[in-house]
């Protein structure tokens, strides 16, 4: 803090915080002054393990304490009931005989935490008795995100969470005729460029300019490690699908083994990677 304080560009608000002071000075000259201020050496950095995705695992896993854990998918978040799907229903069903917890996840969706070994098969059988099965939806509409926007939010300049669903219904069939309805594809969708939805890390995302217009940003990493780029502007749902179906058909042409969507079109020269911040807005 005390760096930032002394070297953070104070003159301009667009280029004050702490990540544009890491990319003017470097990381070594950074490390040296907070050393200076601490008085002595850091450590070396410590190998670790990078996360493989920066979506939900909707398995259900036997964690360390002995009991289970199951991620359901929550589409944008909304717990509610429709003629077709009790989600709301089955979920307090749950809960009346369930005594571990709820957990929400950074991706709108739900765990159901700390399922003891008796409950386990009450749960799953209440789950079935309701429909509530994320095996009922295709990777690309479990890989989808988006923020609440309009009518909700003050700050949308377009849909988000009420029109998402109905462009991945419309995606599906081309995900269907290519063979990709099992394969992992963020989407992400926010009303306005403020990204509440985190649409910068979505192998694609649009981003709102104003009703039914959005821009579309393509080759993000799929771990999270790579911020995507503006692939097209001002583009309405037929230029939407337009531009995404011929580049899903030849993602499922000729991608390599166990190549993501995200490292796809960088790979063919679709789109140029982000590889760091300063270049995001650089053709």
Known sequence: MLVQKEYGDRSNRKHARMKYTLEDKGMPWFREQVEEKLGYKLEDPRPHKEFTTNGDTYDIIKGI???YYLTLFIEHGRVKDTLEY???????EIAKIHDGDFRFTGNQNIMIGGIREDKKEEILTLLRKYNIDNNRW???RLGSVACTALP??????AESERYLPRLVSLLEKTIDDTGLSNEDIHIRMSG???GCSRPYVGEIALVGRAPGIYNLYLGAGFSGERMNKLYKESV???EILKELQPLLQRYAKERNE???FGDFVVRAGIIKATTAGNNFHSK
């Open 152 to 157: 909700t939010c003050a700050l949308a300049f």
């Open 192 to 194: 306005c460029p403020n």
């Open 258 to 260: 166990r190549e993501h």
């Open 138 to 140: 295709s990777a690309l």
């Open 65 to 67: 304490d002995g009991k």
């Open 236 to 238: 309405n749902e037929e």
């Open 86 to 92: 009790q989600l709301k229903s089955g979920l307090r």
